[in-house]
């Protein structure tokens, strides 16, 4: 059983209402089960909502109350994020999910690279806090673009 980004499999539920939906990782994984999740939404976020970034840091720093998740209005929504990582990872523990398939980028899903919280595009190192949550739980993660 694994754990994937809802938005790649055609859900909108990304900021702007739209998907990323990935055909690759549709027909990838079309014999496994799959549990979609959202950590945004499952993190009491709208869809359609304000474009957030992870600012000064990274999913870890989040995490440990020391970064915050901005909106591009300078709204602070760093609980939605970590609730979204909290819900994410229950649901990760109650089914014995030992591997994630995740949106590259995002300040939840991301890995290795995130935006840098200018919302100028700019990539830094990190995770988001959906990643790091599951990293941290034990949780093998990979993103759409390490998938064959
Ligand atoms: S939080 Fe994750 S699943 Fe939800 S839209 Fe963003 S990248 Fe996709």
Do not use: H, W
Not at 59 to 88: C, H, I, N, P
Not at 136 to 142: C, E, L, P, Q, R
């Amino acid at each position: 059983m694994i754990i994937v980004s809802a938005c790649l499999y055609g859900v909108n539920c990304r900021f702007d209402g739209k998907s990323s939906e990935n055909a690759k990782i549709i027909d990838a994984f079309k014999n496994d089960q799959v549990i979609l999740v959202c950590p945004e939404e499952l993190g009491g976020l709208k869809t359609p909502r304000t474009p957030c970034e992870i600012y000064k840091g990274t999913g870890k720093e989040v995490l440990k109350g020391m970064s915050k998740v901005k909106s591009s209005k300078d709204e602070d929504f760093t609980r939605y994020f970590v609730k979204g990582a909290e819900e994410t990872l229950k649901i990760a523990k109650r089914f014995d999910v030992k591997k994630a398939i995740l949106k590259s980028k995002s300040p939840s899903c991301g890995l290795n690279r995130i935006y840098n919280g200018n919302f100028d595009k700019t990539l830094v190192k990190g995770n988001g806090v959906t990643a790091q949550i599951l990293i941290d739980n034990g949780i093998d993660i990979i993103t759409e673009n390490e998938v064959g």
